[in-house]
């Protein structure tokens, strides 16, 4: 047995938790898979003492780290490029701490959103953070301050984190935030570390917000016979008081691929885009805001109004809204962007895709969040060669990025940098703010040991 394997048979009695020989490839690479690491060990993590043993003997002996969660990121944050060792802590996934009487829930990264969320709403009450992976893990969702559809009445990880208990790069455990609904002591550590995408520490423990679990959910879509005035209404919808909970939009050629993948078809053919919009809440209320909603369709120019009353209905028509990444990818592999412009940009943004697409006559298909300007846009590669589709891609990530940073928009919105967009974020971002990020990288991680030269890391 090597050395480094003894060491780390220290660390993690368990001998079946380190693997070092023949590291299976879902290790080395992001949900994509198509760029792939190499590492010397996986640790599967079990408590916050195995994490903080590892870390001080990684610290102790300058060896990078890659924080792995789920693994289901889309750019490359969990690719371990300089090699070392990936700390997985998917095993850590125990519901610790239902807490009615301060509305939280205290649970180990591992676990997965999905089972929060059946968790808590079995209990009555509500995690709204929604990523469309349920599968990505709560440290995960944490490291990437994941966004979701309910961002526009609920808001994103960010806003329902209460507490973190962290593990430093260098092997220290603390607890930032706690279960108070107000803190104005000192900086906040807790929302530096959200969103760092593990370069700055590990997150072993969290508490998290909940709310109450809302009475009831309408949803409702509503046809528009081009994509301007169909986003335009969005604007008029939000400024209405009506608090949707989400509010897509598609426009029809890009449902029709969805139609085509999954077999179900959406109402008014004949519609250049349409705007999906739900509600929850008590009865009453929900009800008010369909009809208002409705209201305001007819005044913006809508050529129907569907309430989707049946469940069967609502829920084929969000499977076809959630499925449209697959149904872009059953026809060729893509590159997946999650561009965020303000929302009263959103049509300009759009408008300038389709444009850009008749220019380079590469293929750009975009969907997303309307409420809240978050554009998921496919680029698609069609049958070019490994080397014509790397720079093509690169040419489009260009001048696409250009644009988006003077409508006054960011390069990501929920995704991260991890690898694939960090040049992108270097081109379009103020020096002197890559500058500080990177000073506090310093300060926190001074041997450069997680995550070292991914998301805004130089
Ligand atoms: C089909 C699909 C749909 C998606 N939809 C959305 C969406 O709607 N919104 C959205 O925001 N994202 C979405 N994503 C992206 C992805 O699911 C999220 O980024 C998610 O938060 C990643 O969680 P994970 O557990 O898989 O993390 P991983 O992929 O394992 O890791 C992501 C990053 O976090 C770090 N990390 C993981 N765990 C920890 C930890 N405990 N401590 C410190 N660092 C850690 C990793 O090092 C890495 O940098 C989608 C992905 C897919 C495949």
Redesign the pocket.
């Known amino acids: 047995m090597s050395d480094y394997r003894k060491d780390l048979g220290k660390i993690i009695k368990d001998e079946k938790r380190i693997i070092t020989d023949h590291i299976p490839n879902v290790y080395l690479s ?2 994509l898979g198509r760029k792939e690491g190499n590492a010397t060990a996986v640790v599967l993590a079990k408590t916050t003492e195995e994490v903080s043993g590892i870390m001080k003997y990684a610290y102790e002996n300058r060896i990078p780290v ?9 750019v490359g ?2 690719v371990p490029d300089h090699g070392g060792i990936i700390l997985d ?2 095993g850590m996934n125990r519901i610790e701490e239902f807490d009615e009487d301060t509305l939280s829930v205290t649970v180990q ?2 676990v997965l959103l999905k089972d929060v969320q059946s968790y808590v709403e079995e209990r009555g009450l509500f995690y709204p953070p ?4 349920k599968e ?14 309910r961002a526009v009445k609920y808001g ?2 960010r806003d329902f984190v209460r507490a973190l208990e ?1 593990v430093t790069a260098d092997g220290r455990v603390l607890t930032v935030g706690s279960k108070n609904v107000k803190d104005t002591t000192g900086l906040s550590l807790k929302n530096l570390f959200i969103g ?4 700055l ?4 423990k969290a508490v998290l917000r909940l709310v109450a679990k809302p009475e009831t959910q309408v949803s409702v879509i509503i046809p528009y016979p081009d994509l301007r005035t169909g986003i335009e209404s969005v604007l008029t919808l939000l400024r209405a008081d009506l608090n949707p909970v989400a509010v897509e939009f598609m426009e029809r050629k890009v449902v029709a691929l969805g139609e085509e993948f999954s077999g179900v078809s959406y109402p008014r053919p004949d519609a250049g885009s349409y705007i999906l919009l739900s509600f929850d809440g008590n009865r009453d209320a929900v009800d008010a805001s369909v009809r208002k909603a409705s209201d305001i369709a007819k005044e913006t120019g809508a050529i129907d109004f569907v309430v989707l009353n049946d469940k069967e209905k609502s829920g084929e028509i969000w499977t076809v809204r959630g499925a449209l ?1 697959n149904a872009v990818e059953a026809v060729s592999e893509q590159e997946p962007l ?1 561009i965020v412009v303000p929302i009263d940009r959103t049509a300009d943004f759009v408008e300038y895709v389709n444009s850009l697409e008749e220019k380079t006559g590469v293929r750009l298909i975009s969907f997303g969040h309307a409420g809240d300007g978050n554009v998921h846009l496919c680029v698609v590669r069609g049958d070019r060669d490994e080397k014509e589709w790397e720079e093509v891609l690169d040419r489009v990530l260009t001048e696409l990025y250009s644009e988006v940073h003077k409508m006054g928009g960011l390069i990501s919105g ?3 940098l ?1 690898l694939s967009k960090r040049k992108y974020f270097f081109n379009e971002t103020d020096g002197n703010a890559v500058d500080l990020m990177n000073q506090l990288k310093e300060a926190l991680d001074p041997r450069h040991i997680l ?1 070292d030269k ?2 805004y890391i130089r």
């Open positions: 992001d949900k890659t924080p792995r969660g789920a693994g289901t990121n889309l944050s969990t802590v998917s990264p591992g929604d990523p469309g992976e990505s893990s709560i440290g995960g969702n944490i490291s990437t301050n994941a966004g979701g559809m994103v990880t962290v760092s995408e593990g370069t520490v590990i997150v072993t990444v999650d929920e995704h991260g991890g995550n991914k998301s």
